[in-house]
């Protein structure tokens, strides 16, 4: 192994992942480092691909379950409401499988990859980094903090970091029977999921039932076998075997703004870059970690600072303000009553359009690779992108 790289990667989720498979794939040195021993492990998400990331990236159909086109949407009351699509508009995807199948893909390319190591810190000196491992020291230039919602990376570079917080928990089973085709079932219910739903991701051969929510406001082991009781009418457990048990925090404040500055910056969550509305990270993580990866590239071949002006969380922002306030509304709906009623207007046809957008639309991370363009660079117009 060498000490030195042009590029350190703090954390194998996804987004690490796709910006170390294409920082390699641009012949630029990169040292991709994760505390977990292998990456089949320990997973924290549901997994849930929209149809718009399965368009525009490279998903191995091989690690995807079977498509989902129909959400049902439950009251508190259990009075439940249809949507379903034209298009196969999800696919939970196989994530032990896929986060190996990227690392090979990284390894490929020619990352050095570190498994069981932690980032302990790093000390800048000139133009160089001195990253401090579990074991011992490496020399970059430039380092990326793609190491989760609770990035300790973004708190030694300055940069923003995250405020506000889900939980989300969920147990994963194989062998479990529901009533028609492949489907995603959301339950909002202020006690068990408050804030946020619960839900029932089932593709047929993998079921997912979990609960998300402030967890200031509830207990979130507790919840998530209350809600098992009370949806056994809805899905047959009694041949089913428990696979996994997931979890952990979702940040739903909005992209942050400040990510990025001369020695390094934030990729996925450490970003911020989840939807405030439905908590979906990985679109973002995918989108953002190939903006990073092209601005990291340019600015370590050019040396311009001016370019990480671009990669700037003020410049997505915009594009989550209707969901922000989308969230602010949804944190404070508490009562049942409320989200009865909520609910029930949902039939009405505009109403029943903005929730057919929220679960079906294009919409959630701006394309933000076409935000990319070294001829404003060169010509010093970044900042008025
Ligand atoms: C229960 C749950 C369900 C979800 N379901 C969905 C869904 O269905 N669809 C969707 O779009 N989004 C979903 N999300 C959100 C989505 O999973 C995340 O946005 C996304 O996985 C974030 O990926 P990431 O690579 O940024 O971070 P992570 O996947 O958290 O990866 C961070 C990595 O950094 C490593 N790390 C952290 N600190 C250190 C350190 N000090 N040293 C070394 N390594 C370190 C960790 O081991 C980890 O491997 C869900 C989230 C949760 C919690």
């Known amino acids: ?27 630029l040195r990169v040292l991709l480092v994760d505390r977990k021993n292998t990456l089949d492990q320990k997973i924290h998400t549901t997994g849930i691909f929209v149809r718009r990331t399965l368009i525009d990236f490279d998903i191995p159909e091989d690690c995807l379950g079977p498509p989902i086109k129909h959400v049902t949407l439950f009251s508190p009351a259990l009075r439940s409401m249809e949507f379903v699509s034209e298009h196969d508009e999800f696919c939970i ?36 980094l001195t990253v401090r491992l579990g074991i011992g020291a490496v020399t970059t230039r430039y380092l990326i903090g793609a190491d989760g919602a609770r990035s300790r990376v973004a708190s030694d570079l300055k940069l923003d970091l995250n405020r506000e917080w889900i939980v989300g928990i969920e147990t994963v089973y194989e062998n479990a029977l529901i009533d028609g085709p492949p489907r995603l079932l959301c339950f909002l219910d202020p006690e068990l999921a408050p804030g946020y739903i619960a839900w029932i991701a089932h593709d047929g051969e993998e079921t997912h039932l979990g609960v998300g929510g402030y967890p200031s406001r509830f207990d979130p082991l507790s919840a998530l076998e209350t809600f098992r009781a009370r949806v056994g009418n809805i899905v047959n457990l009694q041949n089913a075997r428990q696979i996994e048990r997931r979890a952990g ?30 908590a979906g990270g990985l679109d973002p993580c995918m989108r953002l970690s190939a903006f990073a990866a092209q601005v990291v590239s340019e600015y370590l071949s050019s040396g311009n600072p001016q370019v990480l002006s671009m990669y700037s969380g003020e410049l997505f922002r915009a594009r989550f303000a209707s969901r922000l306030w989308a969230r602010r509304i949804a944190s404070t709906l508490g009562q049942r009553q409320l989200l009865e009623l909520g609910c029930a207007v949902l039939r009405f046809p505009l109403l029943n359009r903005i929730a057919r957008h929220v679960f079906f639309g294009r919409g959630s991370f701006p394309d933000v690779e076409t935000m990319f363009d070294t001829s404003v660079v060169s010509s010093g117009k970044v900042a008025s992108i």
Not at 6 to 24: H, M, N, P, S
Not at 251 to 273: C, S, Y
């Open 1 to 27: 192994m060498s000490d030195y790289y042009d590029v350190t990667i703090i954390g194998a989720g996804l987004a690490g992942l796709q910006c170390a498979r294409l920082l390699a794939r641009k012949s």
């Open 93 to 128: 995807g196989r994530m032990g499988q896929l986060y190996q199948r990227y690392l090979q893909q990284c390894l490929l390319a020619g990352v050095q990859w570190l498994p069981e190591t932690s980032y302990l810190g790093h000390v800048a000196t000139n133009d160089k």
């Open 249 to 278: 925090y979702i940040p739903v404040g909005g992209v942050l703004r400040n990510i990025a500055n001369t020695n390094g910056l934030l990729v996925g969550d450490a970003a911020g870059a989840v939807s405030p509305l439905t």
